[in-house]
């Protein structure tokens, strides 16, 4: 990535609706080359341009982040399994008391009592798992720039 290539993802970042047009200007670029560069951005999945919504505010009023052990020869087999579940939204690999982290996201409590007693505990290698609950959400933010 050049400094072209990190102006055009600041600009998606701070509002990904940011017309080519408007970044060109800005860039002194040509429209065709903020595409093009969009594009490659994509295709590498360096970039992702999404609507981010408060799950709140859309019916989804339990947000639970999960922090696993995992024996770590399983670790990979692991995390192939919990992305396929469709409730979970994030999964991280992670250093510190837990190997993993995810986000699950679901309608009521008792889908997540669902996916915790059903879905995840029939997961070889977890060995131990920590919820939390989160009740509000104050601040989501993804213009963190690059450098």
């Given at each position: ?18 017309s ?9 670029v040509?429209?065709?080359?903020v595409?093009?560069r ?8 360096i970039l992702?341009?999404?609507g ?18 995992v ?6 087999d ?8 469709p409730e ?46 989160i ?9 963190w720039?690059?450098?």
């Open positions: 990535m050049d400094e072209t290539d990190k102006s055009i993802i600041e600009y998606l970042q701070k509002d990904g609706r940011t080519y047009t408007e970044i060109a200007n800005d860039l002194n040509t429209v065709a080359t595409r093009n969009v594009q490659k951005l994509i295709e590498n999945n992702k341009i999404v981010v919504v408060d799950p709140f505010l859309t019916g989804m009023s339990t947000v639970a982040m999960l922090g696993l052990k024996r770590l020869n399983k670790l990979e692991v995390v192939d399994q919990i992305v396929k579940i979970v939204r994030f999964v991280a690999v992670s250093t510190g008391s837990f190997d993993l982290f995810t986000e699950i996201i679901t309608s009521s409590n008792e889908e997540l009592y669902r996916i915790l007693t059903e879905e995840l505990s029939k997961i070889d290698g977890i060995e131990d798992t920590d919820s939390s609950v009740l509000r959400i104050y601040k989501q933010s993804y213009d720039g690059v450098k």
